[in-house]
């Protein structure tokens, strides 16, 4: 069992960087594969990022070009650094993981763990 703790939101400008951090407890971490989601008012959770136990990354469409997924294993982290922010990616991202890597990776339910979440705000 992994468990899962988001850090690094907060208030930025239009334009401004973040960078989360999701930071994983238990054994054998580098065998998950890892996902980012956000969930704005009102919004459905919606897909950000992936990468898999080989280090394949994919990314959702409105975050392309702008966000990057890391992972380091030494370290039991995932980091998801973002740049350029709209007013649009304010939301609470969450990250999650599962053992089981499919080609479902832009689905919520394909993640058994999840963490709390953490809240960003992008002011315009």
């Known amino acids: 069992q992994v468990q899962l703790v988001e850090s690094g939101g907060g208030l930025v400008q239009a334009g401004g960087s973040l960078r989360l951090s999701c930071a994983a407890s238990?054994?054998?971490?580098?065998?998950?594969?890892v996902g980012w989601f956000r969930q704005g008012p009102g919004m459905e959770r919606e897909f950000v990022a992936h990468i898999n136990r080989n280090n394949n990354i994919y990314y959702g469409d409105s975050v392309k070009g702008r966000f990057t997924i890391s992972r380091d294993n030494n370290k039991n982290t995932v980091a998801l650094q973002m740049n350029n922010l709209k007013p649009e990616d304010t939301a609470v991202y969450y990250c999650?993981?599962?053992?089981?890597?499919?080609?479902?990776?832009?689905?919520?339910?394909?993640?058994?763990?999840w963490g709390q979440g953490t809240q960003v705000t992008v002011s315009s």
């Open positions: 238990g054994r054998a971490f580098s065998t998950y594969a």
């Open positions: 999650a993981a599962t053992t089981y890597d499919s080609r479902w990776y832009t689905q919520s339910s394909s993640y058994p763990h």
